[in-house]
């Protein structure tokens, strides 16, 4: 049997670059990056400027208004339907193409439209073409970080590549574009749908995303941790988009083609690490890039006053780099996190965009109190960039100790179970098939802990951990094979965990190779002869 150091402490090695290989992957990179390039095009101007939008980064609010309402809709819905996953795809097309047709005819027609409906449209643009990424995001759901770092990059390089070239068009030009490719947009999901989910091909390891266990995804105080990183790594980039005054910068051609270059040069480096599997390199470094193109561009703001572009240009293409680490960070936590998927990524955008536009404000604010504020902008950066620094690499990008929450589990375990003995008939059999799987399960399988075993189902789950224990099971494993244990069929196991068929069928498999058992009868025999 192998141990579980060599199941899973590293990343599975990628295929050769092949089309055939990496066929399953080109609605992702298609769907992603058409998406974005709406946004960059509509709300950002199409890189000419810094600016968030023609209103201040009001455009990007109005849309944060109903991505926050669906956000706290998944507080209420434990998972969206397939069907109204699908209705939202249908209305986001339409919303951002029918949003992007209507900015188009007002720009040919030489109509200029009211203020207030020339934001709504712009923010309905924003909503659809938001709404299609999350969408494609989920559809990675359970894919390895190597496969998913490759879609994202390629991805955040072709919608720059689109975007460059746009930039030096009418607006006309744009927003007719941006209606050919919110349309496009059913291509790439027909063909994802009779292609299947790419997590068939590449399923994950969850340590090669942030060298942590899969049960840390489930861990609220680990996703706050990874919105901090954000939080603080937005507002410099907004006060850098914004500098001196918090007003948008115009960019001329130079340094329009330095964006593209740095983002270019970025999404091939880490594309060729995915391609390597130097997993634990990227997650890392990646950081370390962003802040470089952050801080290159403040020391140019300060060598160069006189013209802010060229510090603008490397600060654009961090925040550019972050929208890539944003999508990379959302599917790790939804192929591990216990929410619906819709929930992480609703959070990361919001944590991202409105500290983004918040960052612009701050330079007004500043001018307001300091009027020779480019020194205090500056410092005020440095600061902020240096909060994100220390947030991340201590806590996210750490290999994180899990005995703190482990010791915490085991005392409220330890206290049920005291509770239970003084008062038999404060535990009912049937409270224990109430509880949530993760509930139990977010415990490290390999740590003991008493739990009181009052009934089948909870003898079974408490012998699963055990197992998890002695054959070193991932945490997905352990979850498997308790929905296996109790009696799920693969069927039942796939929708429960929201993973597709043949990524339960994998995991089976592999705890069969772990454990040297090789069905159901022979793990429910070994559970009846050496469990608790």
Not at 98 to 116: E, H, I, K, Q
Not at 176 to 189: E, R
Not at 278 to 304: D, K, N, P, Q
Request: aromatic share 8%; with cysteine; hydrophobic share 50%.
């Amino acid at each position: 049997m192998q141990s579980a150091g060599q199941q899973g402490s590293g990343a599975a090695s990628m295929p050769p670059l092949s089309l055939e290989g990496y066929r399953i992957l080109l609605p992702s990179v298609a769907g992603i990056s058409l998406a974005a390039a709406v946004v960059n095009i509509t709300i950002q101007q199409a890189h000419a400027s810094t600016g968030i939008s023609t209103y201040d980064g009001w455009s990007l609010i109005a849309a944060s208004v109903v991505i926050g309402a669906l956000f706290l809709s998944t507080l209420v819905v434990k998972r969206f339907s397939k069907r109204s996953i699908s209705l939202g795809v249908f209305i986001s097309i339409h919303l951002g193409g029918l949003g992007s047709l209507a900015l188009a005819s007002a720009d040919a027609a030489g109509v200029p439209l009211l203020a207030p409906v020339d934001l709504l449209l712009q923010a309905g643009v924003t909503l659809g073409a938001t709404l299609l990424q999350f969408y494609w995001l989920r559809k990675l759901r359970g894919t390895s970080a190597q496969a998913v770092v490759v879609v994202v990059f390629s991805a955040l390089a072709l919608a720059e590549a689109l975007t460059f070239a746009l930039s030096f068009m009418p607006a006309m030009v744009g927003h007719f574009t941006c209606v050919a490719l919110m349309f496009m947009q059913f291509g790439p999901v027909r063909t994802s749908r009779v292609m299947g989910v790419p997590s068939d091909s590449f399923p994950a390891v969850s340590e090669s995303y942030f060298g942590t266990d899969e049960n840390h995804f489930s861990n609220r105080s680990f996703l706050v941790v990874a919105a901090l990183g954000i939080w603080f790594i937005s507002i410099p980039m907004g006060m850098g988009r914004g500098f001196p005054v918090g007003q948008a910068i115009h960019l001329n051609p130079a340094s329009r083609a330095i964006v593209l270059v740095a983002v270019i040069v970025v999404s091939a480096l880490w594309v060729r690490f995915a391609l390597v599997s130097r997993m634990r390199a990227l997650t890392t470094s990646i950081w370390v890039a962003m802040e470089l193109l952050l801080g290159v561009g403040t020391i140019l703001f300060a060598l160069v006053p006189a013209d802010p572009s060229m510090g603008a240009a490397l600060v654009l293409a961090s925040s550019l780099v972050l929208q890539a680490f944003v999508w990379y960070m959302t599917i790790a936590f939804i192929s591990f996190g216990w929410r619906d998927p819709y929930y992480y990524a609703c959070a990361a955008w919001i944590a991202m965009n409105i500290l983004t536009v918040a960052g612009m404000h701050v330079d007004a604010l500043i001018t307001a109190v300091v009027p020779s504020n480019a020194a205090a902008i500056i410092a005020f950066m440095g600061f902020f960039v240096l909060i994100s620094a220390q947030v991340v690499y201590t806590r996210l990008l750490a290999s994180p100790s899990e005995q703190g929450e482990v010791q915490a589990a085991a005392e409220v375990a330890a206290a049920k179970a005291a509770r239970a003995a003084e008062d038999p008939d404060g535990l009912q059999e049937g409270d224990a098939p109430r509880r949530p799987l993760m509930g139990v399960l977010a415990i490290s399988p390999q740590e003991e802990v008493a739990l009181p075993s009052r009934s089948p189902d909870v003898h079974i789950a408490t012998s699963v951990l055990e197992i998890g224990q002695r054959f070193g099971l991932t945490g997905r494993e352990v979850e498997v094979l308790t929905l296996y244990a109790l009696g799920h069929t693969q069927a039942r196991v796939s929708d429960e965990l929201q993973l597709s068929p043949n990524t339960v069928h994998t995991h089976i498999k592999r705890i069969y190779d772990k454990t040297d058992l090789h069905s159901r009868q022979e793990i429910l025999d070994y559970i009846n002869e050496y469990g608790r």
